[in-house]
Every structure is written in structure tokens, then in C-alpha cells.
């Protein structure tokens, strides 16, 4: 009998497993840990989503949905993109309900790419990127962004990748895992190159609302850019609902029929029981998700302390719950750093290269923690580095 290795699609069994899975398995076999690993809001889901998620199945709501989704929901994620972008969509013709903004990058990956189509995405990148393109049968190209130019990902740069098989560029602004954003400006910059070389957007916007200093930048809202972008976005971040499993894609009425022919005789549609308190969340959530923002803030001023007194440079995040200190200084790599972090002080932090080659010489750390767990956290990290010779 053939292996099972022998058996499996070469392009599955050749992508490595997370660098983030591998660290939070060693960190549920370590007692004691503190962990600022998981990009996963700290919080309880308010409980007035809860409570009309129990409502709904007490009406007996338990049956499929349309496989776009609730119309409900749609016309209501259509009405807060209005409000908060000035960016229209159709509710019956531009929104598909997915299971998270997971199940709609791979629908868009899929109903996009052929075989060899290249997808240009800044680096270091969220993990789950490059195996969605690699499984969707497409090559994904890094564009390599550093500390020094803020993370930010320069026009030129896109414009330097873009070959004839250039078919997507892929954006994720307020970024995971450095916490940068984009101006208006480098935004539109980047849209002229995209226009120039017809690509499609996606945007994955999970962290739009997570944003400190100022006012963050719809893409599909930039002038001409609604018609060739995708928009992503979800409820696992803003509304602390990650366990729901609930997002969407916005974009044009042609793709996103394409993307639910896939869903439909995949997933059928997003478990009702999620859509319902995704409804009430976008409807009434914004007040605690304010709240909510208001606690990231805070522990944002007192991760770059931290970072600041223990004489590691960091990158300043401007949204999301992401720190991305370098680490270089200590003389590890990020690997090594994440590990002997882990066994001496039992802090649990997601080495940089996880995120791609880029990383390397940074560590993830995650603030969607108490401060509590913030503060031992950086005490335990401050003596770790100490005993390496830095300050
Ligand atoms: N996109 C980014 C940039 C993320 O950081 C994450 C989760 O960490 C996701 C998408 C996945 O989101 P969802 O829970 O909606 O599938």
C-alpha cells in the first residue's frame, strides 16, 4: 500500500504547518504560560450579541439561509460600509456571507487564479496567505516591507513585481503582524500601479476598525477602485466574535456570483445561529466595540513602553493588537527568541519568520491581553533580555 504522503496532493503536503499552530501547541503543554501568541481578542463576545444569538434559537431559527447569507445582514453590512466609507454596495448583488474572512480569501483565490497566476502581497504577511494562494494553484509573490520605511508598502515596489502573469494584489492595512496602516496617499499611489497593470484588489480589512490615530482608508472607496477590488472583512476582531465564524466579501456582482457558486455546493451558507448575533453586532455592537478599541489603546502605550525601557526598537503600531519589536540586539533568532522566551520565562510570543523571510529578526506580540498579563509579560521578557546583554 502507497504512504499516505504518496497519496497527497503534492501542493498540501509540501506547505509547512503554521508557525503560529506550532508555538500555541507548545504553549498549551507548558503550564503557567503567559501567552501574547494568539491574535484573538481577550475579550467576551458583549453580551447583548450573545443574548440575540439564544433569542433567535429560542424562535427556532436552526434552518439554512440563503447562500449569500440573511438579506438582514447583508442590507445592514451594506448600510455601515456606506456610512463608515461612502462606498455603496448591493446588498442583494455584492455581498457574500462566508464563514470567517478565512472562507472568503479562499473562495476569492479560488474563483480567481489558474494555475501560475502570481498574487503580489506585502511581507511579512498574515500566515494563512501564501498556503491559501499556493492551494488555489497560484504563486504568491513577497514584497518585502521593513522597519525602516514604517512597514509600509511603496507603489514602486508593486510596480517593480508586477510580471505578465501578475494577476492580484493582495492588502491587509491595519496589517497583521506589524500593526502598520496606509495613508490616503500611498494608498492612491498603489491603486494608479494596480489600474496601470489592471490587477484585482483584495483587501482583507479584518482590522478597519481597529485603528488609533486617525481615520482608516477603504480601498474600494479610493476613487475608481470599487469595481476591481474585493473587499474582505468579519466580525472576529472588531467585535470580539472569533468563535462565530462569521464574515463577508464585497466586490463586483459577476465575481461574487462566482465565489457563491463555490460556496454554495461547498458550505451551503454561515451557520444561522452566527449570522443572527452578526446582525446584532452590526447593528448595535458599536458602543462596546468602542470600548473595546479604547482598551487596545491603552495597552498600545504600554507595549511601546515596555519595548522602549528594555532598549528594543519597535515600530510604533497604528491598528490592530499587534507589537512587532526586533529583536536582533539579544543576538537570537526570532526562532531561538520565541523558544528560550517560552522555556526561561514562560512568555509565549510568535516568531517574526512565521510571517515570511522578512521577519526574521522581529517577534509578534499580541496585546489583545489584560493588563495584568501585559504587565508580567514584559517584566518576565525585560529580565530575558537583560540576561542577553541588552541595556
Ligand atoms: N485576515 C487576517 C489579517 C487575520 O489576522 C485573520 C486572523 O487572525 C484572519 C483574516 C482570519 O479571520 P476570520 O476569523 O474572519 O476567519
Known sequence: MKSWSDRLNPVVRDIPPS???????????????????????DFVTPWHIREACIYSLEKGHTMYTSNCGLPELRRAIAGDLAASYGVRYDPGTEIL????????????MRALLSPGDEVLMPEPSYVSYSPTVLMAGGRPVPIATGLEEGFKLAAARVEAAVTPRTKVLLLCYPNNPTGAVMDRQSLLDIAAVAEAHDLVVISDEIYDKLTYDGKHTCVSALPGMKERTILLNGFSKSYAMTGWRIGYACGNPDFIAAMTKIHQYTILCAPITAQKAALEAVTRGGEGMLRMVQQYNRRRHLVMHAFR?????????RGAFYAFPQISATGLTSEDFAADLL??????????????PSGEG???????????????????????VRRRGVR
Do not use: H, Q, W
Open 19 to 41: 508557525g503560529i499552530r506550532k508555538f500555541f501547541d507548545l504553549v498549551c503543554e507548558t503550564p503557567g504560560v503567559i501567552s501574547l501568541g494568539v491574535g484573538e481578542p
Open 97 to 108: 456571507i462566508t464563514v470567517g474572512v478565512s472562507e472568503a480569501l479562499d473562495l476569492a
Open 309 to 317: 525601557d528594555m532598549g528594543l526598537p519597535c515600530f510604533e503600531p
Open 343 to 356: 522555556r526561561e520565562e514562560k512568555v509565549a510570543v510568535v516568531p517574526g519568520n512565521a510571517f515570511g
Open 362 to 384: 522581529f517577534v509578534r506580540c499580541s496585546y489583545a491581553a489584560s493588563t495584568e498579563d501585559l504587565g508580567e509579560a514584559f517584566r518576565r521578557m525585560a529580565r530575558f
